[in-house]
């Protein structure tokens, strides 16, 4: 089993920044592609930022150029900086991993992120 831990979130001021972090424990091996998403009351959630193993990366349009997505995988790390946050960024933000084919997939618990003045 691969389980995902999420730190970071919080209120923050248009314009401002966050860092959100993911620790991945336990069967890590399983591991292949991992990622951001997010999700809003009455949306379905939706990919934010994707990274592979590799490091080979992809972003929703909206996020491109102000969010960077990486992982440390000797660290079992996953990270989401977030620049020039808008009020429309404001939602739960979910890690997630996958392994190869979409055969595993596991979910972090969900934080906040807040972007109000």
């Known amino acids: 089993q691969v389980q995902l831990v999420q730190s970071g979130g919080g209120l923050v001021q248009p314009g401002g920044s966050l860092r959100l972090s993911c620790a991945a424990s336990?069967?890590?091996?399983?591991?292949?592609?991992m990622g951001w998403y997010r999700q809003t009351p009455g949306k379905p959630r939706e990919l934010v930022a994707a990274i592979t193993r590799t490091g080979g990366t992809n972003y929703f349009p909206t996020v491109k150029g102000r969010f960077t997505i990486s992982r440390d995988n000797a660290k079992n790390m996953l990270y989401l900086q977030m620049n020039s946050l808008q009020p429309e960024d404001t939602a739960v933000y979910y890690c997630n991993s996958q392994g190869p084919g979409g055969y595993y997939e596991y979910w972090g618990q969900g934080t906040q992120v807040t972007v109000s003045s």
């Open positions: 336990g069967s890590t091996s399983l591991i292949d592609s």
